[in-house]
C-alpha cells in the first residue's frame, strides 16, 4: 500500500511541475531528437523586464525547490534572441529539463522533460580532431576541423556530430534576413537551381519537341547508377549520383506532376557490340567499317602495331593503382571517403594528390619515359581580397572544354544495318577532332528520322574546334561520318544541326573544372572557408567533376555552410540529413 502511495505522489510531483513549466512565462523548446552534439533551442519572447535571463541545463524542478543545474547554456540579453546554439557535453545526462532563470535566480522558464539519446550512431561517432582553437563566441560556426567538420572527407558527417567549444545566441529573423535565398529546408534546391538552368543543362530540339525525340543533349547527357565489371558482371552502385535523381523527384514534387514539368528517366546504353572501328583507313568489302566485336574477332581488320612491353606494364600499373574494382567499390559506395584515403595514401602508400601521372611512372616506378611533366604556375591578381590560396584556387584552376556536334538524318539507317547499333558511344575513330559517336538510346527502331551525336570531342580539340564557324565544323563532321558509316550519311542528312562548343559559351569558356597535381589538396579546405560574406559553390569546389552530382554536392555544402555561419544549426542538420544521409551511411 505504501508503494502504491509513493507512486501516486510522485506522478502528482510531475504532473505539477509540467502544469508549472506551461504557466511561466519564458518557453524553451527543442524541436529536434537530442541524438548528437548540438542543437538549436527555441526561445519565446518575453516582456523586457525580464531580460538578461540565463538558460541552463538539469534535473526537471519546480519554482521553490534548490537548483544546481548539470551545465550553463548561455545568457539571453534582449528579446530579439529567439535560438541559441546548444552543444551538449559528453557527461550530459539522459534526462533533464531546460530552464530559465532571471537576474535574481528566480525559475522564469521550463521546457518539457528531454530525453538524450547517447546510444545514437551521430553520438558514438568516434571523432579524431585537434579540439585545441577556440570558435569565437558569435553564432557562427566554421566547417573545419575544429567543428568536427572534415574538408577534406565525408564533410556531412561532421555537420551530424557537430562539435564547438563556444556557444551563443542566435537572432533567427536577423540571421535569415542576411541572406537573400529563403532559409528553409529547401534552400540547397534553390542554389542547385541558379547552378544548372543558367545555360549548363542545354537540350538541343533539331525539330520539334519532346515528344518528336528529335533532339540531342549538348551538355550534361547520362546520369551513372552503376558500374558493371565485364568478366564478372559484379556490379557497383554509384551513390553520390544519387543526388541527381533526388534534385529530379524534388523538381517533381513541386511541379505537382505538371506533365509538361515531369523529370523522367530512360536506360541509357553506353556500349552497343557494333559500334564501328575506323582507325587508319581500313573498311570491310561493303564500305562500312568493321564493328568493335569483329576487330576483336579478326585481327586482320585493324593495323597491327608493335606491342611495347614497357607501354603494356605501365598501363597495367596504373590500372591496378587508379582503377582497381577495390577502389572503384570504395569510390561507389562514399566517394567522400574514398577521396580522403586516395589523398593520404594514394597509390602504393603514396599521396594520391602528391605526383603527377609522368612523376608517379619515372621518379618512384622507375620507368624512363620520352615526356614532360607540367607544373603548376598560378599567379595572384585580380582575385580581390581574399585568402591567397583562394586568390590562387579563383586564377589557376585549370578547365576542360569541349564540343559537340549533333546531326539530324532522316531515317536511324544504324539500326537498319546487317549488324545493328542499338544506341550506345562505340563507334571511335582515329579521325582528328571527332572524338566520341554516340547513338541515341530513346525510341529506339522508331521509324523517321533521328539524330546523332556526331561528335562529341574535349580538351586541346574542344579549344581548336571552337575557332571553326558553325558550316565549317559540321561539314568536317558530317564529312568524317560520310567516311565512317558510308554514303548513306551524306544522302540522308535532312541539313539540321546543332553546334555546342563550351569554350564560346558567356560567362563560362569551359566545361568542368580539370585540376593539376596538388590542387584538390591546396583548394578544396578553402572552399569551405566564408570570405568576405562570400561562399564559394560549383562543380570545380566539388570532389568529383564534369557531373551534375558534383554540381548538386557543393550546392548541399555551400547551403549547410551558410546555415552554419549564421549559426542556424536545425536547419543545417535538416538539409544535411535529408540530400546526403538518405544515400549514404554516415
Same mark, same amino acid.
Given at each position: ?61 519546480s519554482h521553490d525547490e534548490e537548483y544546481e543545474p548539470h551545465h550553463t547554456i548561455s545568457k539571453v540579453h534582449h ?147 552503376? *558500374? ?68 576483336k574477332d579478326n585481327t586482320n581488320l585493324t593495323a597491327l602495331t608493335p606491342e611495347d612491353p614497357i607501354a603494356t ?80 584556387? *579563383? ?77 565549317? @565544323? ?62 564559394? *559553390? ?6 568529383? @567533376? ?41
Amino acid at each position: 500500500m505504501m508503494g502504491i502511495s509513493f507512486w501516486i505522489a510522485s506522478a502528482f510531483l510531475v504532473v505539477t511541475r509540467l502544469a508549472a513549466a506551461t504557466e511561466l512565462p519564458v518557453k524553451l523548446e527543442v524541436k529536434v531528437a537530442l541524438t548528437s552534439r548540438s542543437a538549436n533551442i527555441h526561445v519565446s519572447q518575453a516582456h523586457e523586464s525580464l531580460y538578461p535571463f540565463t538558460v541552463t541545463y538539469g534535473a526537471c524542478h519546480s519554482h521553490d525547490e534548490e537548483y544546481e543545474p548539470h551545465h550553463t547554456i548561455s545568457k539571453v540579453h534582449h528579446n530579439s534572441i529567439d535560438r541559441l546554439v546548444w552543444l551538449l557535453p559528453d557527461d550530459i545526462t539522459t534526462t533533464g529539463c531546460l530552464s530559465a532563470w532571471s537576474s535574481q535566480n528566480a525559475l522564469i522558464g521550463h521546457s518539457e522533460p528531454l530525453e538524450v539519446n547517447k546510444h545514437s550512431k551521430q553520438w558514438v561517432k568516434k571523432r579524431h580532431l585537434d579540439m585545441g582553437t577556440r570558435l569565437s563566441k558569435r553564432a557562427s560556426i566554421p566547417m573545419n576541423n575544429a567543428s568536427g567538420i572534415d574538408a577534406e572527407g565525408p564533410w556531412f558527417d561532421g555537420v551530424e556530430v557537430l562539435k564547438q567549444q563556444e556557444v551563443s545566441a542566435v537572432d533567427v529573423s536577423q540571421a535569415k534576413a542576411k541572406s537573400k535565398a529563403p532559409i528553409i529546408e529547401e534552400i540547397a534546391w534553390e542554389s542547385v537551381y541558379m547552378l544548372i538552368t543558367n545555360r549548363r543543362v542545354h537540350t538541343a530540339y533539331l525539330e520539334g519537341g519532346p515528344s518528336d525525340y528529335q533532339y540531342q543533349e549538348m551538355g550534361p547527357m547520362r546520369f551513372p547508377e552503376s *558500374i558493371q565489371y565485364e568478366g564478372s558482371n559484379e556490379t557497383i552502385p554509384i551513390n553520390d549520383m544519387k543526388l541527381t535523381f533526388d534534385l529530379a523527384a524534388v523538381m517533381n514534387q513541386l511541379n505537382a506532376g505538371d506533365s509538361n514539368y515531369t523529370v523522367n528517366f530512360i536506360p541509357w546504353i553506353q556500349k552497343s557490340p557494333n559500334g564501328l572501328y575506323y582507325f587508319n583507313g581500313i573498311k570491310k568489302p561493303n564500305g562500312l567499317a568493321p564493328t568493335v566485336t569483329e576487330i576483336k574477332d579478326n585481327t586482320n581488320l585493324t593495323a597491327l602495331t608493335p606491342e611495347d612491353p614497357i607501354a603494356t606494364n605501365i598501363t597495367g600499373q596504373i590500372t591496378k593503382d587508379t582503377c582497381s574494382a577495390e577502389l572503384m567499390a570504395a569510390v561507389g559506395k562514399n566517394v567522400f571517403t574514398a577521396y580522403k584515403s586516395f589523398i593520404e595514401t594514394g597509390p602504393g602508400g603514396l599521396g594520391g594528390d602528391d605526383w603527377s601521372e609522368f612523376a608517379y611512372l619515372h621518379n618512384h616506378l622507375g620507368y624512363i619515359l620520352n615526356a614532360t611533366d607540367q607544373t603548376v604556375n598560378s599567379g595572384y591578381g585580380g582575385a580581390g581580397d581574399f585568402n591567397p590560396t583562394l586568390k590562387d584556387a *579563383i586564377t589557376a584552376m585549370p578547365y576542360d572544354t569541349v564540343c559537340k556536334v549533333a546531326l539530324q538524318f532522316s531515317t536511324r539507317f544504324w539500326e537498319h544495318y546487317a549488324l545493328p547499333i542499338i544506341g550506345g558511344c562505340s563507334t571511335v575513330t582515329d579521325i582528328p577532332g571527332i572524338g566520341s559517336i554516340c547513338y541515341p538510346s530513346y525510341n529506339l527502331n522508331a521509324t523517321g528520322p533521328g539524330v546523332m551525336l556526331a561528335s562529341y570531342t574535349s580538351g586541346d580539340f574542344g579549344i581548336r574546334f571552337a575557332s571553326l564557324s558553325d558550316l565549317e @565544323h559540321v561539314q568536317y563532321v558530317l564529312n568524317a561520318m560520310v567516311e565512317i558509316h558510308g554514303e548513306v550519311a551524306r544522302e540522308q542528312y535532312t541539313g539540321k544541326y546543332n553546334r555546342r562548343c563550351w569554350a564560346l559559351d558567356p560567362l563560362e569558356s569551359a566545361s568542368w573544372a580539370n585540376p593539376s597535381i596538388g590542387m584538390h589538396k591546396l583548394y578544396i579546405p578553402r572552399y569551405f572557408e566564408t570570405e568576405n560574406n562570400m561562399i564559394f *559553390i560549383g562543380e570545380h569546389t566539388s570532389y568529383t @567533376h564534369a557531373w551534375i552530382s558534383s554540381a548538386l554536392e557543393s550546392a548541399v555544402r555551400g547551403s549547410v555552410q551558410l546555415l552554419l555561419e549564421l549559426g542556424l544549426v536545425d536547419e543545417a542538420k535538416a538539409i544535411t540529413e535529408k540530400f546526403m544521409a538518405r544515400w549514404i551511411s554516415i
